[in-house]
């Protein structure tokens, strides 16, 4: 079984960082692209960034010069730094990641149960 867990959220005022981390885990024979996602309440889930293996990456334009997303692929980890955070960042953030597994064959979507970040004003 693949698994993804997030960690890092958390509670903030407005203009600081946080920096969240999400392992995947499990029998995984490669992973493509991963990313951040996020869900405010009331609103649908949103992309805030995406990277590729070869670390090419995409942004939200509402984070862009704010988020910063990387990953180290041999430990399976993709990180998002946030910095000058805003009330509206508060949200709960979700890893996701397209993983070959070893136990099932083709491609899937994995997602992590997300992490709660609150920014106060």
């Known amino acids: 079984q693949v698994q993804l867990v997030e960690s890092g959220g958390g509670l903030v005022q407005a203009g600081g960082s946080l920096r969240l981390s999400c392992v995947a885990s499990g029998s995984i024979v490669s992973i493509n692209a991963m990313g951040w996602y996020r869900q405010a309440p009331g609103k649908q889930r949103e992309l805030v960034a995406t990277?590729?293996?070869?670390?090419?990456?995409n942004y939200a334009d509402s984070v862009k010069g704010r988020f910063s997303i990387s990953r180290d692929g041999a430990k399976n980890t993709v990180y998002l730094q946030m910095i000058t955070l805003r009330p509206e960042d508060t949200a709960v953030y979700y890893c996701n990641a397209e993983i070959l597994g070893g136990t099932e064959p083709g491609w899937y979507d994995y997602w992590g149960q997300g992490t709660q970040v609150t920014v106060s004003s």
């Open positions: 990277i590729t293996p070869g670390g090419r990456t």
